[in-house]
């Protein structure tokens, strides 16, 4: 007995001394509905896996940060402890898709630890919510790790189980267009290098999108395919390389996962939001959402240019004549662009001259604003930066403040530069050139907002750093861009397909509101037909596009002439609200069709918008949405029954039905086409 004993325990030996994952430790934590669990591990190296309904989502996922001057975080590390807490609060957004978000979620925090001397400690702490989940490294200061720190790698893995068998929506990351790209449809194996939110739909038919939240003072995360097709975090470096630079004790962004059954679940979703932190600005009464018309469009289709001269499109007439057009109609604001200095020749290249407190002299900012606030309409600003954020620095309190003093509550900014070309002059008075997505940009955005917040204005960045929920931390970040939007349908080779409409709900909108800037109702000012680069909708899909892609503000994008010649279709967008008490996506496939139902804050009025891709469909849609007991008139703008993008986008049919919650509507989709409907509450 002594004899087996002595040899049970000799094997036992040998085994942890060749194979010491015989003694891993293995910790869990659940969502509370106990759907997603996600399963902690230190076998070999800190790891992770993700199962949703029972399915594996996330395989066997590696955790890590590699350091220039510090041993990795990674390889040989255990789990020394782990503590597990419940939250359940509900808070609300000061505008939004929603009024009141509830924040659901399990938290698990857990320690590393390695048997060295130095760089020997760090945690990862999971958030995991019913909609998917967060976590994030924490990195204390320690002996290795105390005081300027550069991350040359993180290894932060999101693999998926038969890739080949998943499709994927997706941009390529570190491009010259930044994030304004068509959309690939691919099977998941077949990506290489691209943006968040990267979503897929795996082989068992779960959805899945991997994110980030709260990007602060950190590089942007881009997703890396790898051998075997695992997915790797890559992160967007500095002009010398270096990732992110940091000081001892450190978080990152959350690295997210949202979750849904379906396509139409992922919508729905609250975890980016949830994963940032409340508002920092104590009063955001200043902040107002709303519907602005400007001087643009003309510039995009040729009728007018942004510099001086015969055709200049901002000048004070012009943009009085634009103020009585949004009066008249109830409009907010009146955006304006070329009115500064800077914009002659090629202005792409001219981030060195513009001035942003400097007029042309047909453009009288006082008589201007003084005309508007008259009739209740404030001037949208616009700076324009065209990639030279030094420039731009050294003048923003004082172009700031030079709003502020005429009324100005809003900014459109611009960062009109191709990838890896943001100019900025250093210490040293060197020129150095960053990427758009990297940590000096994050942090260049950010100061922007937190400046422009002194003088109670609102941004709203163009050519941006992706939204990581961020606005609720800043609810003066009203919006921004990070995708191709309308202008590309002027001038677009190729303009935006019938598609684009339907994946963008599911992809960059899971990160945040969108200055798509919808409404043309001109499609055709270079013909019809199929091969010609103009907006590829129907009209009725352009009415839909206000409650489809979210922001709290909006534009009328067409020019005032195209909407006067058509005051019934116009009539929705005077209606429909930016601002939301509710929101609910009905329905959806990625990339075929999408159908969402909002209802506007501060009323009982429901609005729905549907569209959909190159192809014709019937969609039921059942009204359960609406307050039981309650009678409505559905407003309905739809496509005529001939209506195709391609040579009939104009037919369109307006009419009104008496509906209740128990009833359901049929929607006819043409080509490309969409529908818009109002309900409004019967007393």
């Known amino acids: 007995m002594k004899k087996n004993l002595l040899v049970l325990t000799t094997l036992f030996a040998s085994a ?15 969502s509370p509905n106990n759907k997603i669990t996600v399963s902690i591990s230190d076998e070999n190296t800190p790891s992770y896996r993700v199962s949703f309904n029972g399915n594996q989502v996330i395989d066997t996922s590696l955790l890590g940060l590699r350091f220039q001057q510090s041993a990795d975080l990674a390889e040989g590390f255990t789990i020394a402890s782990s ?24 938290e698990l925090i857990v320690n590393f630890t390695t048997n060295r001397k130095t760089s020997n400690q760090f945690s990862v702490r999971f958030r995991v919510f019913n909609d998917g989940i967060g976590f994030r490294y924490e990195v204390p200061k320690q002996p290795g790790l105390d005081g300027d720190i550069a991350i040359t790698d993180e290894l932060t893995e999101f693999n998926i189980p038969h890739a080949e068998k998943a499709t994927a929506w997706w941009i390529p990351a570190r491009g ?13 194996s077949e990506i290489d290098h691209v943006h968040t939110p990267l979503t897929m739909k795996l082989a068992d038919g779960e959805h899945v999108s991997i994110h980030e939240a709260a990007l602060v003072d950190y590089a942007g995360m881009t997703i890396q395919k790898g051998r075997h097709n695992k997915l790797k975090a890559d992160l967007t470096p500095w002009y010398d390389g270096i990732l992110v630079r940091k000081k001892a004790n450190f978080t990152s962004p959350w690295r997210t996962i949202q979750m849904s059954k379906n396509a139409a679940g992922l919508l729905n979703s609250d975890l980016i939001l949830n994963l940032n932190e409340p508002s920092k600005l104590t009063d955001t009464s200043w902040i107002e959402p709303g519907k602005y018309v400007g001087i643009w469009w003309g510039m995009h289709v040729g009728e007018t240019t942004w510099g001086s001269g015969e055709q200049h499109g901002a000048t004070t007439e012009e943009t009085k004549r634009y103020m009585d057009f949004a009066a008249k109609h109830g409009f907010d604001g009146v955006l304006v662009e070329g009115w500064n200095i800077g914009w002659d020749g090629d202005w792409y290249d001219n981030g060195d001259v513009f001035n942003f407190t400097q007029s042309y002299d047909d453009f009288d900012i006082k008589a201007v604003t003084e005309h508007g606030l008259a009739k209740g309409v404030r001037l949208v ?21 030079l709003y502020q003093q005429h009324g100005v509550r809003q900014v459109k900014t611009g960062y009109v530069a191709d990838g890896g070309k943001i100019k900025r002059i250093d210490e040293h008075g060197i020129a150095r050139f960053e990427w758009h997505d990297g940590q000096f940009m994050v942090n260049e955005y950010l100061d922007n907002i937190k400046l422009a917040a002194k003088y109670q204005i609102s941004i709203n960045t163009h ?13 003066n970040w009203i919006s921004r861009e ?26 960059r909108m899971l990160a945040g509101p969108m200055d798509f800037t919808p409404g043309t109702f001109n499609m055709s000012y270079k013909g019809l037909g199929a091969n010609t680069d103009r907006p590829q909708t129907t009209l009725a899909k352009q009415l839909a596009l206000y409650v489809v892609i979210f922001s709290p503000i909006q534009m009328a994008s067409d020019l005032p002439r195209h909407y006067e010649a058509n005051l019934p279709a116009f009539q929705f967008i005077k209606d429909v609200p930016t601002d939301w008490q509710e929101s609910k996506a009905i329905d959806g496939e990625i990339g075929e069709y999408v159908v969402i139902a909002r209802q506007e804050r501060h009323g009982k009025d429901w609005y729905v918008g549907a569209l959909t891709n190159e192809h014709a469909r019937t969609i039921n849609l059942p009204l359960h949405f609406l307050e039981q007991g309650k009678r409505y008139q559905a407003q309905i703008y739809r496509d005529g029954d001939n ?25 006819a989709l043409a080509t490309s086409g969409g529908t818009a409907i109002r309900f409004k509450a019967l007393d």
């Open 16 to 30: 942890y001394l060749y194979a010491p994952n015989l003694l891993a430790k293995t910790v869990k934590v659940s």
């Open 83 to 106: 503590k597990q807490k419940t939250a359940d609060s509900t808070w609300q957004l000061p505008w939004g898709e929603r009024k009141n978000v509830r924040d659901n979620h399990h």
């Open 176 to 188: 010259w267009n930044r994030y304004e790209y068509i959309y690939e449809t691919t099977p998941l």
């Open 381 to 401: 600003g616009h700076h324009e930066t065209s990639g030279n954020v030094t420039n731009y620095r050294h003048q923003m309190a004082d172009a700031f403040e």
């Open 463 to 475: 050519e941006p750093i992706k939204d990581t929920g961020l606005r609720r931390t800043y609810p």
């Open 482 to 507: 990070g995708a191709r939007g309308q202008e590309y349908n002027a001038w677009g080779s190729p303009p935006n397909p019938p598609s684009h409409a339907a994946i963008l709900p599911f992809t």
């Open 643 to 667: 209506a195709n993008w391609v040579d009939n986008p104009y037919e369109i049919i307006i009419e009104n039905k008496s509906v209740s919650a128990n009833d359901s509507l049929t929607l």
